[in-house]
Structure formats: structure tokens, C-alpha cells
């Protein structure tokens, strides 16, 4: 079956980037989209098409895909994004979701 | 805006079944281009899709679940249900039923998926 593999934990200073890297085989072969989910809340769809971002997701917020890895950058980050990031693709029409990422923002 | 809202026990026996409802608002379930689907997350875990459903009745599920799970549509109440039988501790999770694009686009060999919104989630537990 087919995996997605995320650092479980990226740290970052604020008004610094963070980059959160999703691994798969040809990943950059299919769509990636990505999640943030804040504690106690539901994720919330921040990437969709590897670099679009959805209607009221901030410009600091974006997204490549290529080769077998795809990455979600936030540039400018702020205590706000301090959350888990979920990277998803579709595979032999399966949902697959990365295992997650936590955001520190220190 | 479309909003979705999980409702269901909260707790369920091992080797019952547990039984979902998704009441959607602000749109309609019958709309085009359009899958429902499931996923759950168990305590402190990340996300696990367990499937999706379209209008016309066409479905796919997570492998893994596939023996145990069914989604079924209610278009007349505008809502949508999951089953998952035959359920063990390690089905204690929340969970979160969402809207989810499928598209083709033309001209790529590649199909746009995402889910987009998420209900607010349900958490289950299982218990005796």
C-alpha cells in the first residue's frame, strides 16, 4: 500500500520559514494537498493541487510537489500556526493521509 | 457555506456496530463533482480515512476497513451514514465526516482530491 511519510515534529522561530516535508514513491506523479488541525479543532484545508491555496488561507501559506517529495512552507510563521500539518494524496483510489507533522513555534 | 455535523453514540460495546450520521446544511448532497466521506482519528493518532461515497452510489473504502465498513447516502434528509461493525477498542476514535472533491481535470493524468469542510467530529468510544 502505498505510504506518506512526515517528520513527526519541525521547529521554528517566529517571523522565521517552516517546512514540512511529505515523502512517497512519485509523489510528485499525483496531487498532494495539506491540512492544519489546531488542538481541540478539525483540520482545515490550507494546500489543495500542491500550491493552491483555498479562499482565506493566508499568502504565507505554500505548497511544491516533485519528484518523491512534497513540501508545505510557511513563510513569516506566527504563534497562530503553531499546530499538526497533515499532508494527503490519492493513490489506486485510496485516501492516504502522512502520519503528521506538529509545528513549534518556540 | 456548507457546514457538516457529525451526530451518533458516544459509546459502543465491543462487536457491536457503530452507527454514524452526517446532517449536511448550506448545500445539497445530490450536487456534482462531489464525494462524502469518512475519516477518524483515535486519541492522540493522526488521520484515517475509512471512505467515501457519491451521489449516484458508487463508493470506495479504506482496504484495511473494507470487511466492516458501509456508507450509505439519504438524499431526501440530506445526510449521510456510516457503519463499522464488529467494533474493538481500537476503533475508539474522533470522528470527522467531510465533503470531498474528486476531479479529473481535463487534459492531466492526475485527479484533484481534497476534503473540504470538516464536520466539527464525533468521539466515540468502545467500551462494555
Known amino acids: 500500500s502505498y505510504e506518506l511519510t512526515q517528520p513527526p515534529s519541525v521547529s521554528v522561530s517566529p517571523g522565521q520559514t517552516a517546512s514540512i516535508t511529505c515523502a512517497g514513491d512519485?509523489?510528485?506523479?499525483?496531487?498532494a494537498c495539506w491540512y492544519q488541525q489546531k488542538a481541540g479543532q478539525s483540520p482545515v484545508l490550507v494546500i489543495n493541487q500542491d500550491y493552491k491555496r483555498p479562499s482565506g488561507i493566508p499568502e504565507r501559506f505554500s505548497g511544491s510537489n516533485s519528484g518523491n517529495t512534497a513540501t508545505l512552507t510557511i513563510t513569516g510563521t506566527q504563534a497562530m500556526d503553531e499546530a499538526d500539518y497533515y499532508c494527503q494524496a490519492w493513490d489506486s483510489s485510496t485516501v492516504v493521509f502522512g502520519g503528521g507533522t506538529k509545528l513549534t513555534v518556540l | 457555506q456548507l457546514q457538516l455535523q457529525e451526530s451518533g453514540p458516544g459509546l459502543v460495546k465491543p462487536s457491536e456496530t457503530l452507527s454514524l450520521t452526517c446532517s449536511v446544511s448550506?448545500?445539497?448532497?445530490?450536487?456534482?463533482?462531489?464525494?462524502w466521506g469518512w475519516i477518524r482519528q483515535p486519541p492522540g493518532k493522526g488521520l484515517e480515512w475509512i471512505g467515501s461515497m457519491y451521489y449516484s452510489g458508487s463508493t470506495y473504502y479504506n482496504p484495511v476497513l473494507k470487511s466492516r465498513v458501509t456508507i450509505s447516502l439519504d438524499t431526501s434528509k440530506n445526510q449521510f451514514s456510516l457503519k463499522l461493525s464488529s467494533v474493538t477498542a481500537t476503533d475508539t476514535a474522533m470522528y470527522y465526516c467531510?465533503?470531498?472533491?474528486?476531479?479529473?481535470?481535463?487534459?492531466?493524468?492526475?485527479?484533484?482530491?481534497?476534503?473540504?469542510?470538516w464536520g466539527q467530529g464525533t468521539l466515540v468510544t468502545v467500551s462494555s
Open positions: 448550506g448545500g445539497s448532497i445530490s450536487s456534482g463533482s462531489y464525494y
Open positions: 512519485k509523489l510528485g506523479d499525483k496531487y
Open positions: 467531510a465533503r470531498q472533491v474528486v476531479v479529473l481535470p481535463a487534459g492531466s493524468p492526475k485527479p484533484l482530491n481534497w476534503f473540504d469542510p
